[in-house]
């Protein structure tokens, strides 16, 4: 037989309220244990919003100002620490953007350190990063510090700056070797396929043969 079947209306209220009554600490704390979690979340949750706005705010006006050429006279590094620390991303970002305005404005070298500070970089961000820097850094006649920034032989776009380094550095033969690497990586098709046969050509190559020639 059921317990409830010995026990009247009565008897089960009593009960009811004797264990509301011994228990009614560990029930109220873990409500308001509860509460808490869900405050402090909430909490969390907007705080984490409004560093976002906060470094998206500074990274739109940053681009901005380095778009109009408007360079600052701190050679922008702490607007582009302060935006990294909260995205890394978008502080490369701007970093691009400024060494871009930099060599615009005829001033390279800033350039080179502009993107020379960046550290930290996700590997998407980071080859975009040493191929734009190991470009300026051919132009600049610092060859051999361009090719140590260009480590991935499965990257047709790092190739072809490698063999620019190579043939600015007077070595024709790893220039070809390098054009020729990222030719086969390049569809026909591509802009890009067509400018490294000319410089493959350039460097004293042959260029392969494609059902496209033209």
């Not at 976002?52 to 408007?70: D, I, K, L, P």
């Not at 871009?100 to 550290?119: R, Y």
């Not at 690497?181 to 260029?207: F, S």
């Amino acid at each position: 037989m059921a317990i409830d079947d010995l026990l009247d209306e009565h008897e089960q209220s009593e009960l009811v309220r004797s264990w509301v009554r011994n228990n009614a600490l560990g029930l109220v704390g873990g409500i308001a244990l509860g509460l808490a979690a869900i405050a402090g979340w909430q909490w969390w949750q907007g705080q984490q919003q409004q560093n976002r706005m906060s470094v998206n705010g500074r990274y739109a006006e940053a681009v901005t100002r380095f778009e109009s050429g408007n360079l600052p006279a701190d050679k922008g590094r702490p607007a582009i620490d302060s935006i990294s620390k909260g995205n890394p991303t978008l502080g490369a970002l701007a970093a691009l953007q400024l060494a871009k305005s930099q060599v615009d404005s005829g001033k390279p070298e800033e350039a080179i350190a502009t993107l020379s500070n960046l550290h930290d970089l996700d590997p998407d961000m980071r080859t975009v990063v040493h191929q734009r820097l190991a470009r300026l850094l051919v132009d600049a006649g610092k060859g051999k510090d361009a090719l140590a920034l260009l480590d991935d032989e499965r990257n047709p776009a790092m190739l072809d700056v490698q063999g620019d380094a190579q043939m600015a550095l007077g070595d024709r033969a790893k220039a070809q070797q390098a054009y020729l690497k990222a030719l086969g990586l390049v569809d026909v098709g591509d802009p890009q396929h067509r400018l490294l046969r000319l410089k493959l050509i350039e460097a004293g190559g042959t260029p392969p043969h494609t059902e496209d020639n033209t």
